[in-house]
């Protein structure tokens, strides 16, 4: 059964990623009738928020795009930061509703910060710890609880994470067409794109809880063999 349903999300976080590749490779050739790049488009967004300690720079790579609180930049992947289209747009808001997030101490983004040490530590050696507990889960199934452990945590910023993600969308379409950098021809494509990045943070947690659930799974049937 676990197979199965390791398989199904395999599938569907394939199909969600083609998803949203397609939707942006679409969007990337609509251009803003204003023609702002998204350097452009980051900058007043932040300015129209009062935010002026943060930097827009270019970051190399593909849908590399993030905010860093650590140095208060927001990092725009190069076909983001030079373009004039929809998607460059969407997604150069979206940044920076992480940063608006950021200025105005949202809870579920401190939240999402303050776990990092945690989830970096974790992410580290979950997998080994969570082999070696299965291995021994006869002998030492105190190893297996501390990976379940170390993997819930892991889990739970899967899900602190969505309401984030969802969040920055929703203050950077708000603010979209607030400011006019989008109109009728052009909202509901930058809606729809990140829509579609929406869901690839829904299938990573949702599959993230079903491998948790597995795990625990395991180490309750070793127990009742006790």
């Not at 998607?87 to 105005?104: F, I, L």
């Not at 509901?188 to 690839?200: C, I, W």
């Amino acid at each position: 059964m676990y197979w199965i349903i390791f398989i199904g999300f395999a599938l569907l976080s394939w199909l969600v990623s083609h998803r949203l590749k397609s939707k942006f490779e679409a969007y990337s050739k609509v251009a803003l009738p204003n023609g702002m790049t998204g350097k452009d488009v980051a900058e007043k967004m932040l300015r129209d928020n009062g935010i002026y300690d943060v930097k827009v720079i270019s970051t190399p790579g593909h849908l590399t795009d993030h905010y860093n609180p650590g140095n208060h930049t927001v990092n725009l992947s190069e076909n983001v930061y030079y373009s004039n289209s929809v998607a460059a747009a969407a997604v150069a808001a979206h940044e920076c509703g992480h940063a608006v997030q950021h200025a105005t101490a949202y809870a579920p983004l401190k939240m999402r910060s303050a776990l990092v040490p945690v989830v970096s530590f974790a992410s580290n050696i979950v997998q080994w710890v969570l082999l070696g507990g299965i291995i021994m889960v006869q002998s030492f199934p105190q190893l297996l609880l501390f990976g379940i452990v170390l993997f819930a945590a892991t889990t739970l910023f899967s899900f602190i994470t969505l309401p984030v993600e969802i969040n920055a969308s929703s203050r950077a379409l708000v603010w979209l067409s607030s400011a006019g950098i989008t109109n009728v021809a052009t909202h509901d494509k930058a809606e729809d794109a990140l829509r579609s990045a929406a869901y690839t943070y829904v299938v990573a947690a949702l599959g993230s809880l079903a491998t948790l659930l597995y795990y625990i799974m395991i180490f309750l049937g070793s127990r009742s063999r006790d």
